[in-house]
């Protein structure tokens, strides 16, 4: 090891590791966004099931537990590592949950969507699609996103803690 | 390291208040400096003129040479430390020390050797990855010597660091700063209000009152040579007995007391014979002898030393005796005592008398 890697191994006695911590506070972000954008106004009681209600948990959930393990990984603890590989494949799974099941589907609505034409304000029926083609890509990418930042994250404090272990090791043997 | 100049310094506030006047220095390169003086005498406003965080009303800052009145704070290459840490109290130790250096945006690596470099002059590597609120105020203080250390800048600034403290901290962080100065060869500028402070710290005193400097010499010049009365009352502990006193056949007349005098000791005073002047006298000066009557007050045991107070005479002026050894004096004693070595101030100037003057 040159001495300017060895250098940078031991400041990490003293510093944190702000890289995976911000990767998890990223996906946060992602999922956050993921959320908002699931939902359409002009939808009904659609979304109004089990699903959602237990989706709704589930971000909870994940910010809280994806919070503490950005808190872990920042004092290059490696178990919440594999919390955060856990919680990016989790990401992953939920594509194909509600966005999966969304996409696709269409509902039709009655005589209480107005069509506004010219000042004409004409009773109609006509089919809506829960999440159009544009909303799914959306939001697969923020799910996909927030999971490579798990993932990412998880891989630096791997990388990381073990170079700060071996550091540790070989300052106590000198000792 | 640097030498420093302050030439003619005056500090006028916007209300036409001066706070220091006509303050001239040279500091030798490497040299100690402490600025001692009562409250509100002008020394931590000096201080502040030098870092930059005073504008200076006139007169100039020499730094190498180089006229650094009007340069900003941030330019001079100057690191403070403050009364009161002043550190960030959600940073570790570490980050607190580094902080400075990742503002300049130096490189990591470096930054990592300096502030272990730091740390380790002030034992204080064990501590890095503790945050300020864990550490005693000692620690916390060499912490705030340390930020400024990883500057490396050309002088050091010292605002009293030391008054939060207790006494015997306050004691081991003296020496901590000393030994640091050894060992950096720094050049410092230390500002207190505690003589024991500046007479074991300093390479030079320079004591001020009231905006202006008093004297600038050596702990032993201002302790030994006082220039006037305020220096000699003021270092020294306890401070210098004063004595009004009459010059009259080659005898000094003080009230309740008469002191016989050296033919030495008249040629320095043949100009003010029949003239009252102001007889000074440590407490250190004066010990058990069979020359002057002391009608004694209290009694105060230090150990190796002990504090006698008293009057001279049974109806003269207060006195204070600093004896050597256990003494067991009861109030109402009248102790024998004699003086060793005197200084002479004129009453009207308040300057010392001294050989030269002759």
């Not at chain 2, 020394?43 to 007169?59: F, H, N, P, Q």
């Not at chain 2, 000692?138 to 939060?164: C, H, T, W, Y």
């Not at chain 2, 950096?184 to 400097?213: F, K, N, P, W």
């Amino acid at each position: 090891m040159n001495e300017e890697r060895s250098i940078e191994v031991d400041r990490m006695r003293f510093t944190k590791n702000t890289q995976s911590s911000r990767m998890a506070i990223l996906a946060i972000v992602f999922n956050v966004l993921y959320f908002i954008s699931i939902y359409k106004s002009d939808v009904g009681n659609y979304y109004y099931t089990a699903l959602i209600g237990i989706s709704i948990v589930y971000n909870l959930v994940f910010m809280l537990l994806t919070f503490l393990c950005s808190e872990g990984v920042k004092n290059y603890k490696r178990g919440f590592s594999w919390a955060m590989i856990a919680l990016g494949i989790m990401q992953i799974v939920r594509i194909f949950i509600i966005p999966a099941k969304m996409h696709g589907t269409v509902i039709e609505k009655g005589a209480q969507t107005v069509l506004h034409i010219l000042n004409y304000h004409i009773p109609a029926t006509m089919d809506v699609a829960v999440m159009g083609l544009g909303q799914f890509i959306l939001v697969v990418v923020l799910l996909i996103l927030s999971a490579l930042c798990l993932f990412r994250g998880a891989a630096v404090n791997f990388k990381k803690s073990r170079a700060l272990a071996d550091h540790i090791a070989n300052l106590n043997m000198q000792l | 390291m640097a030498q420093l100049n302050l030439q003619h310094l005056d500090k006028i506030y916007d209300n036409n208040v001066q706070a220091v006047y006509d303050f001239n220095l040279d500091v030798a390169d490497g040299e100690l400096i402490v600025l001692v003086g009562p409250s509100g005498c002008g020394k931590s406003t000096t201080l502040r003129m030098v870092a930059g965080l005073e504008d200076i009303s006139a007169g100039h800052l020499l730094l190498d040479g180089r006229d650094i009145t009007r340069a900003p704070a941030k330019d001079r290459d100057m690191a403070m430390v403050f009364q009161n840490y002043a550190l960030y109290g959600h940073m570790t130790i570490y980050e607190n020390m580094a902080f400075s250096l990742t503002l300049r945006h130096e490189d990591k690596n470096v930054i990592h050797k300096k502030v272990l470099a730091a740390a380790e002059i002030l034992g204080l590597t064990e501590q890095l990855n503790k945050k300020p609120s864990q550490l005693s105020g000692g620690q916390r203080q060499r912490v705030a010597m340390g930020r400024s250390i990883v500057r490396n800048p050309k002088v050091f600034l010292f605002d009293e660091p030391l008054s939060n403290l207790d006494a015997k901290l306050r004691g081991a962080t003296r020496r901590e700063i000393l030994l640091l100065h050894k060992r950096l060869g720094a050049t410092m500028l230390y500002v207190t209000h505690d003589q024991t402070e500046a007479l074991t710290l300093a390479d030079r005193i320079v004591c001020m009152s009231m905006g202006h400097v008093q004297q600038i010499g050596t702990p032993l010049e201002l302790y030994d040579r006082p220039d006037n009365i305020f220096v000699a009352s003021f270092i020294g502990l306890p401070p210098m007995n004063m004595f009004d006193v009459l010059f009259v056949d080659g005898k000094l007349r003080g009230k309740g007391f008469e002191v016989a005098l050296s033919d030495e000791q008249k040629h320095t005073l043949r100009h003010h014979y029949g003239l009252e002047l102001v007889l000074g006298v440590r407490p250190e000066d004066i010990s058990l002898g069979d020359d002057i009557s002391m009608l004694v007050s209290t009694n105060e045991n230090l150990g190796m030393n002990t504090l006698v107070h008293g009057q001279m005479g049974t109806s003269g002026e207060r006195v204070t005796a600093k004896l050597r050894g256990w003494c067991s004096f009861t109030g109402g004693d009248l102790a024998r005592v004699k003086i060793t070595k005197m200084h002479f101030f004129d009453k009207d100037t308040t300057r010392a008398i001294r050989q030269e003057d002759r």
